[in-house]
């Protein structure tokens, strides 16, 4: 039985499927699994000061349509702007750290901002055209952050200011 061989140990391996020989021509990059390694991300997307973002799953590594899957590293005392993600459902995995998650909450009659402090292994869900703002309160510990998000595109649109979605019409808001 051979042994399995990793990226960068033979020149008969490709940099997107370590495990596979490569036999010539890449085939389309939609007929085959894709393994990214964790060293492997692609450091080559929208950034926003005290945020570090990395693609692993994109169109453009992988051929994902429908699906982008990355991380992001939150410097400490860092808050994003004020902010949706327009028609983009976003999932959120906390890696490290405690980032705090905000947004307005209307259940009770009257707008009350509401704080979601998460931790490693937590999850969050953003909906579509929910405004919130991402925070890293932590003085002296960075928070990273795996993101999935339906959309190829960062679409992130800033605000001057938090309000509660309106259901009837979350495109006009």
Known sequence: ???????GDSPEH??????????????????RLHHIRAGELDGDTAQTG???????ISGSTVGSERIWMGQTHVAPDTASSNHHHGASE??????????EFVFLDDSTGTPEEVRLRAAPGDYIFVPPYV??????PS??????????????????????ELYVLDQDSPAEN
């Open 50 to 56: 005290g945020m570090r973002r990395f693609a692993a």
């Open 139 to 160: 003085p002296d510990e960075e928070a990273v952050v795996v993101i999935a998000r339906s959309t190829q595109e960062a679409i992130v649109v800033n605000l001057p």
């Open 14 to 31: 490709d940099a997107f499927h370590p495990d596979l020989p490569d036999h010539g021509a890449q085939p389309p990059l939609r007929v």
């Open 1 to 7: 039985m051979a042994t399995p061989s990793h990226a």
């Open 131 to 136: 405004p919130h703002r991402e925070e890293n």
């Open 90 to 99: 976003t999932a959120i995995h906390v890696v490290k750290g405690h980032p």
